[in-house]
């Protein structure tokens, strides 16, 4: 028998190792004081060819160079699919009431999926996006034609590798995060968040509120099985689901899991900006889902109640606006 020394028996193993541990390779589009918009407001700060998925964007500009910010839109296409979009705050979970206001510079936060930190304009988006074929990063001025400076990174890997909560997620999956434009809900209706025909995994819902009355805190989340029309609770109230507890009644707070970023409550009316995300436990669905949250509800209920038309408190008509961020396969 042939004998192999321990050295070989080593390098055997570490290339063996080293085959088998593929992290991809990671590349970085930067734009440095640039004002890359063109006459129709758009500017393309990141594209690739092939398969990879970005790993993160990084957005930062001082209000006399990048007018409004917060007002920019952010489009991600994945194989020429519209998979993100939304105002930059927004995604972020940050009321545009802060917009130019000194209170909006005391706001720091890190969560999974976003994250601000500095004083100024700066917005972190931790968002893991799959691409198969090509990716393409837009932004989109909230007026055309100005001569805004921007400061972005965009950072992707050649690599499609994603886990999210403990669980490796297929190939072939892809990342949603539109954000659902804001909609008058009339007392007792519900309002979709968020709706898919596939298998897919809830990471993080964001919810912007601006309701007559304080009945809008009542409202329990719902999960639609929309093959068969029956849904399951996803919460005992508003504020529960966002991990608070008496309409809020310990104030703001913004946590690595949950929080509101705006919450103001005056004469019975509420506006409100918050988010929640499953970092460790995702909300999962093998049959096509629509997830919905309710303008009001009835008192009494568990998880086999029905909808009713009976509503606790006050009623009256809210906005609503929302981003709920998922995957899909």
Not at 96 to 104: I, K, N, W
Not at 133 to 161: F, H, M
Request: hydrophobic letters at 35%; aromatic letters at 14%.
């Amino acid at each position: 028998m042939r004998k192999i020394s321990l050295f070989a028996l080593f390098v055997l193993i570490l290339s063996s190792c080293a085959a088998n541990s593929d992290c991809g390779r990671s590349f970085t589009h930067v734009n440095k004081m640039m004002s890359p918009f063109g006459p129709d407001g758009k500017a393309v700060i990141f594209s690739a060819e092939g398969e990879g998925q970005i790993e993160n964007m990084y957005f930062c500009g001082d209000y006399s160079n990048w007018h409004h910010p917060g007002n920019t839109v952010l489009n991600v296409y994945c194989d020429g699919t519209l998979c993100v979009s939304g105002k930059l705050y927004e995604l972020a979970c940050l009321n545009m009431d802060y917009v130019d206001d000194e209170e909006y510079r005391k706001v720091f936060l890190e969560t999974p999926l976003f994250s601000k930190f500095g004083a100024g304009n700066s917005i972190s988006l931790d968002f893991k996006i799959p691409y198969y074929k090509s990716c393409e990063v837009e932004l989109v001025q909230a007026e055309p034609g100005t001569k805004d400076q921007i400061w972005t990174t965009v950072r992707a890997n050649t690599k499609v590798d994603i886990s999210w909560g403990g669980r490796k997620l297929p190939h072939g999956v892809y990342f949603k995060g539109i954000r659902m434009e804001n909609r008058s809900i009339k007392s007792g209706d519900q309002f979709t968040i968020m709706e898919s025909g596939r298998n897919s995994i809830v990471t993080g819902v964001n919810l912007f509120l601006n309701s007559e009355t304080e009945c809008s805190m009542e409202a329990c989340l719902r999960a639609f099985d929309t093959r068969s029309g029956n849904f399951e609770y996803l919460s005992s109230g508003l504020e529960d689901f966002f991990l608070g507890t008496y309409y809020f009644d310990s104030g703001q707070f913004m946590g690595y899991k949950c929080g509101q970023t705006y919450l103001e409550r005056k004469d019975g009316a509420v506006k409100l900006s918050a988010y929640r995300q499953f970092p460790d436990n995702p909300l999962c669905f093998n049959h096509p889902v629509r997830i919905t949250v309710r303008n009001g509800e009835q008192n009494g209920i568990d998880s086999s109640s029905d909808v009713t038309d009976e509503i606790y408190l006050e009623r009256g008509n809210c906005t609503m606006g929302a981003v709920c961020y998922y995957y899909e396969w």
